[in-house]
């Protein structure tokens, strides 16, 4: 059986663009597509490892704002290319998560970094992901066991599928 996802069912970074000049404009006047009309779409991510992605990069070379792109990519503020960011460690970046939220751009944070969480039972850096209004919150640690031995489990609060951001009310 062949699945196909359509050009229907994905957000690009031309959607978010619109007739803005570069992406980081169109994301700082907040023109993402609304919730309602964004239920049952999905959205690209590439977070690059290593040193991150330049404007040399292939994916981003020749492409001004992604114009064509499928997938977003992380990049700094003010990049023409910027719609996601990647603001690592919520315990620390709290308001320049909220900051970078309330601007209208997208945020990518960690529950947990490596292991330590994991080891010791600690949910700070998840409670502080889920608070900092961050739209996208990674953990290694979503089922209920772990090689730990320790209950920790990143769960969304209230086990709810969806929430209202705390930050931007959306």
């Known amino acids: 059986m062949e699945l196909i996802l359509g050009r229907d069912k994905i957000i690009t970074p031309d959607d978010v663009r619109g007739n803005y000049s570069t992406l980081n404009e169109a994301v700082l006047a907040k023109n993402w597509p609304t919730l ?15 040193a991150g992605l330049t404007t040399e990069n292939a994916y981003v070379k020749n492409h001004p704002s992604l114009k064509g792109r499928t997938m977003f990519v992380r990049a700094d503020i003010g990049a023409p290319h ?23 751009y997208m945020v990518r944070t960690r529950a947990d970094i490596e292991t330590y969480e994991a080891k010791v039972n600690d949910l700070s850096r998840a409670n502080a992901a889920f608070s900092s209004g961050a739209q996208v919150i990674s953990t290694d640690y ?29």
């Open 82 to 104: 910027s719609g996601f960011l990647l603001l690592d460690n919520a315990v620390l970046r709290q308001g320049d998560i909220k900051k970078a939220v309330s601007q209208g």
């Open 36 to 50: 309602k009309s964004s239920l049952g779409k999905f959205i690209f991510l590439l977070l690059p490892g290593g």
């Open 142 to 170: 979503y089922q209920e066991t772990n090689n730990y031995g320790t209950p920790y489990r990143v769960k969304i609060p209230n086990n709810k599928i969806l929430q209202i951001n705390p930050i931007n009310g959306k």
